[in-house]
């Protein structure tokens, strides 16, 4: 149970630093999610779900129950024909309260949130990534450590292959009128 919780709370302290709120948004195009070390068939499976829960992904994967932090970043992206994995990302940032990006250490791009809640994969890597790197891990080692230790109701166990149910949203959309 400690495991599952640190997984939990490290990605929700993730998900939180890229911007994305500690609730369900109106725009619910993105969901964290952890599990085993980056490999064909959970990449496969991190597919399937992307597609199943019509979300793409931000992913940790960790070597095992007892390590303190992931050995590897991925996203399943949504594209309009298929669904991308990509992994070997590494967490970003420029400085201690710029937004996190995950940027990719073999290819020339990064992934950030924008301003209306959408995964967006963008041209270019920043310079000092290495630095940027270990400031983006304890960023968001402080703030998981911040967390509870509770599991939330909506976390979920999916098996490879199970079927994958809709978290409920906590608070209801906030509606305004122009």
């Given at each position: 149970?400690?495991?599952?919780?640190?997984?939990?709370?490290?990605?929700?302290?993730?998900?939180?630093?890229?911007?994305?709120?500690?609730?369900?948004?109106?725009?619910?195009?993105?969901?964290?999610?952890?599990?085993?070390?980056?490999?064909?068939?959970?990449?496969?499976?991190?597919?399937?779900?992307?597609?199943?829960?019509?979300?793409?992904?931000?992913?940790?994967?960790?070597?095992?129950?007892?390590v303190r932090e992931?050995?590897?970043?991925?996203?399943?992206?949504?594209?309009?024909?298929?669904?991308?994995?990509?992994?070997?990302?590494?967490?970003?940032?420029?400085?201690?309260?710029?937004?996190?990006?995950?940027?990719?250490?073999?290819?020339?791009?990064?992934?950030?949130?924008?301003?209306?809640?959408?995964?967006?994969?963008?041209?270019?890597?920043?310079?000092?990534?290495?630095k940027g790197r270990?400031?983006?891990?304890?960023?968001?080692?402080?703030?998981?450590?911040?967390?509870?230790?509770?599991?939330?109701?909506?976390?979920?166990?999916?098996?490879?292959?199970?079927?994958?149910?809709?978290?409920?949203?906590?608070?209801?959309?906030?509606?305004?009128?122009?």
């Amino acid at each position: 149970m400690e495991m599952i919780v640190r997984h939990q709370n490290f990605m929700l302290a993730l998900r939180q630093l890229m911007g994305w709120p500690t609730f369900k948004p109106v725009n619910d195009a993105i969901a964290f999610t952890s599990g085993q070390t980056m490999s064909v068939p959970v990449g496969a499976e991190l597919g399937r779900i992307a597609q199943v829960l019509n979300k793409d992904l931000v992913y940790s994967g960790w070597s095992n129950a007892t390590v303190r932090e992931p050995d590897g970043f991925a996203i399943a992206f949504r594209d309009l024909v298929t669904v991308d994995i990509i992994d070997r990302l590494v967490p970003f940032a420029a400085d201690n309260r710029a937004r996190l990006i995950l940027v990719s250490t073999t290819t020339d791009e990064h992934f950030a949130i924008d301003t209306r809640g959408s995964l967006i994969r963008m041209a270019g890597r920043p310079k000092a990534i290495r630095k940027g790197r270990a400031l983006a891990m304890s960023r968001i080692k402080a703030l998981a450590a911040t967390r509870s230790s509770d599991l939330l109701p909506d976390n979920q166990f999916v098996a490879p292959g199970a079927a994958v149910t809709h978290p409920q949203p906590l608070n209801e959309t906030i509606v305004r009128f122009a």
